[in-house]
């Protein structure tokens, strides 16, 4: 199995930024492509970001095009989501799991983004 443990997360101010940061550990050898999802209140998740291993990217046009950057650090398992110029609309619960099919097991707790207006 493969874990993803989030972090980074916190309150900050429109305008601002944060890092953050997803690792995998467990049997990653079959994980080619990482997505960051986030879940607002009464909303279904969706991806915002996915980068296969070889550094492919595919952006959420609508949410995070221009604002967020995907990045990953194979040596480390570690994919970070640098978001820039945060607004109230990107406050949920950011999770990250294999894309485009998650790995078997329930995902992992998220790291929770407020963005105060």
């Known amino acids: 199995q493969v874990q993803f443990v989030e972090s980074g997360g916190g309150l900050v101010q429109a305008g601002g930024s944060l890092r953050l940061s997803c690792a995998a550990s467990?049997?990653?050898?079959?994980?080619?492509?990482v997505g960051w999802f986030r879940q607002a209140p009464g909303k279904q998740r969706e991806l915002v970001a996915s980068i296969s291993r070889s550094g492919g990217i595919t952006m959420n046009e609508s949410s995070a095009k221009g604002r967020f950057t995907i990045s990953r650090d194979n040596a480390k398992n570690t994919v970070y989501l640098q978001m820039n110029t945060l607004n109230p609309e990107d406050t949920a619960v950011y999770y990250c799991?294999?894309?485009?099919?998650?790995?078997?097991?329930?995902w992992g707790q998220g790291t929770q983004v407020t963005v105060s207006s």
């Open positions: 467990g049997n990653t050898a079959g994980i080619t492509s």
């Open positions: 799991n294999a894309f485009p099919t998650p790995a078997s097991g329930p």
